[in-house]
């Protein structure tokens, strides 16, 4: 009788554990479903592509106090974080009134917060983004992005071309596309990119992600993989 007793107690243990296990997990998966989310379709990082000179291209010159590139970003708890980071410098290059070709350079250590409102906070935060944990702005104090092909947009949503380049952040290059709308005229050009979405995983930012670390240990400290970007270039002969 005695032993028993002591199978329905340990059975009733790891009942006990188990149904804890079961309320974790579905803890975790509610907090991922209403965590905070950045908005903008997924693009889905690719192999670099090759970047061909197009002869005879005229090339506009980037208006660096006129082009913006702003971020999002988002944590499993439904914090999002949204700032902006500054282009140093860049080009399109037109032949016969298409987009062919471009280039920018993002200044890394430029990289700004605007939810924030306490400065001290503010200066962490930001100051955390510029560390190895994040973007290792020390190490690599410059991203850049170049147009690989510009073709038509077939879709809604009214944007003009879909623009396929290489990212390269932290020395690692992918390729991306998405949709902009692009106005060329002979004074300049106006381009600005829907938002969309890329996975910082893909880039080797690490901290907190669950794609390098166990999400079970993570639990609500876990940081999404997804960084929302939005470019808009201003460029003139």
Request: glycine fraction near 8%; charged fraction near 20%.
């Amino acid at each position: 009788m005695y032993i028993h007793i002591f199978a329905n107690s340990k059975h009733n243990q790891q009942d006990k554990t188990m149904k804890k296990v079961l309320l974790f997990t579905a803890a975790a998966a509610f907090l991922a479903s209403c965590g905070g989310s950045v908005e903008g379709e997924k693009v889905e990082a690719q192999e670099a592509q090759e970047v061909q000179e197009v002869a005879e291209a005229v090339s506009y010159a980037a208006d660096a106090s006129a082009t913006t590139l702003n971020w999002q970003g988002s944590d499993v708890a439904g914090k999002v974080h949204t700032g902006s980071i500054a282009i140093s410098e860049g080009n399109l290059d037109v032949q016969d009134g298409n987009l062919v070709g471009g280039s920018f350079t993002i200044d890394m250590s430029s990289i700004v917060n605007f939810d924030v409102e306490n400065e001290e906070y503010n200066a962490k935060l930001v100051g955390h983004l510029k560390s190895p944990d994040f973007f290792s702005v020390d190490s690599f104090p410059t991203a850049t992005f170049e147009i690989a092909s510009a073709s038509a947009y077939e879709g809604e949503g009214g944007y003009t071309h879909n623009i396929t380049g290489n990212l390269t952040m932290k020395d690692i290059t992918k390729s991306i596309t998405f949709p902009a709308t692009v106005m060329i005229n002979e004074s300049g050009i106006e381009a600005k990119s829907a938002q969309f979405v890329i996975d910082r995983a893909e880039w080797n930012v690490r901290f907190r992600s669950p794609s390098f670390f166990d999400p079970a240990e993570l639990k609500d400290k876990a940081i999404n993989n997804e960084i929302g970007l939005e470019i808009a270039m201003v460029a003139s002969k």
